[in-house]
């Protein structure tokens, strides 16, 4: 396990030492680095109080990001470095963040008050390694262990809660049993958390690769800010299609789909209005007919809740919507999903039902999946060829048709709508002439 710090961070960490203080690159650049990761940002923290910071750094361009904190930002090479005093946190009232932090001289106490021991190492190149919590040992092992008490830890930041399960989704790293457990105790705290926090560290968590696993154990801690999931857990689908509970569907659906953090909302959420529009034949077998119409409801309320922005909301919301249509190898069909919600989300929507066909039984599953590849080629002949399936393409416009003596909006629509059903079932040519004809003799 080596560290190369990249030749900015050197500078910055030489700057300091030029006026007779320490410093190191600290938390999750020395984790990443370790694991032979390139880090996306390189923290920095030095024994210098923040006024002393700013003097070595004249000069620079330099600016206050948390001065109450200790926490100066220096830009350098077109980068931002935060470089912060080494300190000790205050009493946490708040559950996220000290009331107030005391400078030290001492980087182990610094290190003493980070949350998970794989973040808590400190390196430059004349010391080497500080490791005083054995995060060394902990990568080794893949294990993600708190520093300290565990309940201290999630009760001085309840964020943490989510920090630790989205490094062990990322990193495909197990949970230490007295975090884990305390994880579960305290995860009540998450409530008191702001939502863009939430979904901030819901993306990244979802996106990594021991999702799933993650997902099933920990499925009361996310329940806490989304708890609509509960009526999925355990929830036997008693359908020839599936061969997983509802639960164990959606996570591996969402481990089988691109890391993407929409397409893995999507699969998330994609069932979740099944539970309640569930009815029975004689057979005992179960049918969930408009469950995708009830999970985008469901789903819109939760993503708003969790502040997602708009647009990733609108996108998420129309997967969900179509991720239940079949496609049997018409083309027409096929024209008919791309004019409602476009190629980029078609293409999506071809991973999403991917996704969602991979986890169920193997009943008619190899003819779904046969029928979406039919579909993948379909679209890029649709395009190859530029087939008409958009009013876009269409050969007339609602100008022509106003020409025509028609001015109310609605009808010129209704008659664009009308013209474009014709193409796209090729029963009209696209072609203005006898596309106004057709027009003329619209009712």
Request: include cysteine; aromatic fraction near 8%.
């Amino acid at each position: 396990m080596n560290i190369k710090l990249s030749d900015s961070v050197k500078v910055i960490i030489s700057q300091i030492n030029k006026f007779g203080f320490e410093a190191f690159a600290v938390g999750g650049c020395v984790r990443d680095s370790l694991l032979g990761l390139t880090p996306h940002d390189w923290d920095v923290c030095t024994n210098a109080k923040p006024d002393e910071i700013k003097k070595c750094f004249e000069g620079f361009k330099v600016f206050d990001t948390g001065i109450k904190h200790g926490t100066v930002s220096v830009v350098y090479d077109n980068s931002v470095f935060e470089v912060t005093t080494y300190r000790i946190d205050g009493e946490y009232l708040d559950n996220r963040h000290p009331q107030s932090v005391e400078f030290t001289s001492n980087i182990n106490q610094d290190l003493a008050r980070r949350d998970f021991t794989v973040n808590a190492m400190a390196y430059n190149d004349e010391s080497g390694i500080i490791d005083p919590f054995d995060g060394i040992t902990d990568l080794k092992n893949k294990i993600i262990s708190c520093v300290g008490n565990p309940d201290k830890r999630f009760n001085e930041d309840a964020l943490r809660i989510l920090r630790g399960l989205r490094f062990a989704s990322v990193y495909d790293f197990k949970i230490e049993k007295a975090t884990s457990d305390s994880i579960k105790t305290n995860a009540h705290l998450l409530s008191g958390i702001a939502s863009e926090r939430i979904n901030s560290e819901l993306n990244k968590l979802l996106c990594g690769i021991g999702a799933e696993n993650i997902l099933n154990e920990y499925r009361d801690v996310f329940a806490v800010f989304i708890p609509e999931i509960t009526l999925m857990f355990d929830y036997d689908q008693h359908s020839k299609h599936h061969s997983r509970d509802l639960w164990h569907h959606t996570t591996y659906a969402l481990k089988t789909v691109q890391n993407n953090p929409l397409l893995r909302v999507t699969m998330l959420l994609h069932d979740i209005g099944k539970p309640n529009v569930r009815t029975t034949d004689d057979k005992g077998y179960c049918h969930f007919k408009n469950h995708q119409n009830v999970s985008v409801k469901i789903a819109d309320k939760i993503l708003h809740r969790l502040r997602y922005p708009t647009d990733f909301i609108g996108d998420c919301l129309v997967l969900i919507k179509y991720h239940d249509v079949r496609f049997c190898g018409s083309k027409n069909q096929l024209k008919r999903i791309m004019n409602k919600i476009g190629v980029d989300n078609t293409r999506l929507l071809f991973d999403v039902q991917f996704a969602d066909i991979s986890a169920q039984s193997n009943y008619q599953q190899e003819q779904k999946l046969i029928n979406i590849d039919i579909a993948r080629r379909q679209l890029e002949e649709i395009l190859q060829e530029n087939e008409c399936f958009s009013l876009k393409q269409l050969a007339i416009n609602g100008d022509d048709i106003k020409r025509l003596g028609i001015s109310e909006g609605r009808q010129i629509g209704n008659i664009l709508n009308y013209l474009m059903d014709k193409v796209i079932d090729n029963e009209l040519e696209n072609d203005k002439n006898i596309l106004l004809s057709a027009a003329k003799d619209f009712n």
